[in-house]
């Protein structure tokens, strides 16, 4: 079959076109035929690292984590699934499983569940794992009907789909953005626009919540944005993030009594540990999306296969809105 992939860690141009064996079926796997991939942060971080990061395969690696696609065959004990199910998934590219990047792969049957039925193969790509990552935070912190939620970075992968579950959850929902066209998007998707860029943490908070805080924050953007995190929670609050590998001063969650809760979505993969929960995150997502509830925000540009590395370019550049897609 055909890949992309990775001899050595480093600049986009490192990926490479080869003909590699197509994976055979096992237990407790299915085959998938790949339609199409979608770029993550992550995905640039360990074409970029390699073994710095603990959780990079080895080369030569075929990296890619997000998926969809048609099923061919499947493993022993799988009863879920049939030849010709389309599913969706995120469930490669690091460690020893092999990635997206690819016309085939194999697939834990665990990690993946039937696509929804009302989106294209490229927009379902785009969902699983900024769709588990927006989910497991929220519903780690508690969110419920009335409760107030401030989403950081509304208009990025996991903050567009955060926003959007918030809502489907019964919140009155806020995130920030910078700039027009961000704005634009987050209240296109049901939230109230905050332009970080021109209003302080207690702007908004006097202006939204008359000081009092918000009851979540999801913070997509964390590192130093925990600050304002912190600065933007209600006493007692929650907040969810999906970035802390950061050294700071907890002082102001101290005082607040807030609860902070680190989001790792790659856990189940990484370590083979409860990965039937992303399964059932999958598919309680696409019922979402099949309600019109929850819809993946895909970029204009598009790229082939061949064109990975010109798709990492355009997620590091800033520049898309929405999920960075690659046709296989």
Do not use: W
């Given at each position: 079959?055909?890949?992309?992939i990775v001899?050595n860690f480093g600049?986009?141009?490192?990926f490479?076109?080869?003909?590699?064996?197509?994976?055979?079926?096992k237990a407790?796997h299915v085959?998938?035929k790949?339609a199409?991939t979608?770029?993550?942060?992550v995905d640039?971080?360990i074409?970029q690292?390699?073994k710095?990061?603990p959780?990079?395969p080895e080369?030569?690696?075929?990296?890619g984590?997000?998926f969809?696609g048609?099923?061919?065959?499947i493993g022993d004990?799988?009863?879920?699934?049939?030849?010709?199910?389309?599913?969706?998934?995120?469930?490669?590219g690091l460690?020893?499983?092999?990635?997206?990047?690819a016309?085939y792969m194999l697939?834990?049957?665990k990690l993946?569940?039937?696509?929804?039925?009302?989106?294209?193969?490229r927009?379902?790509?785009?969902?699983p794992?900024?769709?588990?990552?927006?989910?497991e935070?929220?519903?780690r912190?508690?969110v419920?009907?009335?409760?107030?939620?401030?989403?950081?970075g509304?208009s990025?992968?996991?903050?567009?789909?955060a926003?959007q579950?918030?809502?489907?959850f019964g919140?009155d929902?806020?995130?920030t953005?910078g700039?027009?066209?961000?704005i634009?998007?987050i209240?296109k998707l049901?939230?109230?626009?905050?332009?970080?860029l021109?209003?302080?943490?207690?702007?908004?908070?006097a202006?939204?919540?008359e000081?009092a805080?918000?009851?979540?924050?999801?913070?997509?953007?964390g590192?130093?944005n925990?600050t304002n995190s912190?600065e933007a929670?209600?006493l007692?609050g929650h907040?969810?993030t999906?970035?802390?590998m950061v050294e700071?001063d907890?002082t102001?969650a101290?005082?607040?009594?807030?609860?902070?809760?680190v989001v790792?979505?790659l856990?189940?993969?990484l370590h083979?540990?409860?990965?039937e929960e992303?399964?059932?995150?999958?598919?309680?997502m696409?019922e979402?999306?099949?309600?019109?509830?929850?819809?993946?925000?895909?970029?204009e540009e598009?790229f082939?296969?061949?064109?990975?590395g010109?798709a990492?370019d355009?997620l590091?550049?800033?520049q898309?809105?929405g999920?960075?897609v690659v046709?296989?």
């Amino acid at each position: 079959m055909k890949a992309m992939i990775v001899n050595n860690f480093g600049e986009s141009d490192v990926f490479e076109e080869a003909n590699i064996a197509k994976p055979e079926i096992k237990a407790g796997h299915v085959l998938v035929k790949v339609a199409a991939t979608s770029v993550n942060t992550v995905d640039t971080m360990i074409r970029q690292m390699g073994k710095e990061l603990p959780l990079s395969p080895e080369a030569p690696a075929v990296l890619g984590m997000d998926f969809a696609g048609t099923i061919e065959a499947i493993g022993d004990g799988v009863n879920q699934f049939s030849v010709g199910d389309e599913v969706y998934g995120c469930a490669g590219g690091l460690a020893d499983l092999q990635g997206t990047l690819a016309e085939y792969m194999l697939a834990d049957a665990k990690l993946i569940a039937h696509k929804p039925k009302s989106i294209s193969m490229r927009e379902a790509a785009a969902l699983p794992l900024v769709g588990i990552t927006a989910y497991e935070g929220l519903v780690r912190a508690g969110v419920k009907q009335g409760q107030k939620v401030l989403v950081h970075g509304g208009s990025g992968g996991v903050g567009h789909v955060a926003l959007q579950l918030a809502n489907y959850f019964g919140a009155d929902v806020y995130s920030t953005g910078g700039g027009d066209n961000q704005i634009e998007l987050i209240e296109k998707l049901g939230a109230t626009g905050i332009n970080y860029l021109t209003e302080t943490v207690s702007d908004y908070v006097a202006k939204h919540t008359e000081g009092a805080g918000f009851d979540v924050v999801y913070d997509s953007v964390g590192g130093a944005n925990l600050t304002n995190s912190f600065e933007a929670a209600a006493l007692n609050g929650h907040v969810a993030t999906t970035v802390s590998m950061v050294e700071m001063d907890l002082t102001p969650a101290h005082f607040k009594g807030l609860s902070l809760h680190v989001v790792f979505m790659l856990i189940p993969m990484l370590h083979d540990y409860k990965r039937e929960e992303h399964g059932k995150i999958l598919t309680h997502m696409a019922e979402i999306v099949d309600e019109g509830k929850l819809i993946p925000i895909v970029d204009e540009e598009r790229f082939n296969l061949s064109q990975i590395g010109l798709a990492h370019d355009r997620l590091s550049s800033g520049q898309a809105i929405g999920k960075v897609v690659v046709s296989i």
